[in-house]
Nanobody, 125 residues
């Protein structure tokens, strides 16, 4: 059973950095696609980054060059390193997982079966 738990959110000033973590406490299959989504108040949940089963990463245009998604199979942990944060990055960030080989950041929320509860990121100007 997949159980995803996010951590690492917080409040930072514009230009700051945070690293989000997502631990899969219940599963250990390297075939999983994993992704980070975010949702700001009043907006739809949007994909931020995705990592397929072969560790190929894709990013939303709004975060390219600033965010990096990575995975540590030894600890079943997905990361999102966020640098150069902007106020528009303020949102609740969710990790998601699905048992398939191929995935991209453009995949919608319906493509993922497993979700964490989210962690809040607030960036002040």
């Amino acid at each position: 059973q997949v159980q995803l738990v996010e951590s690492g959110g917080g409040s930072v000033q514009s230009g700051g950095s945070l690293r989000l973590s997502c631990v899969d406490t219940g599963y250990n299959d390297r075939l999983y696609c994993m992704g980070w989504f975010r949702q700001a108040p009043g907006k739809d949940r949007e994909g931020v980054a995705a990592l397929d089963a072969d560790n190929r990463a894709t990013y939303a245009d709004s975060v390219k060059g600033r965010f990096t998604i990575s995975r540590d199979h030894a600890t079943n942990t997905l990361y999102l390193q966020m640098n150069g944060l902007k106020p528009e990055d303020t949102a609740t960030y969710f990790c998601a997982a699905e048992r398939r080989r191929s995935c991209r950041v453009a995949d919608g929320t319906e493509e993922y079966s497993h979700w964490g509860h989210g962690t809040q990121v607030t960036v002040s100007s």
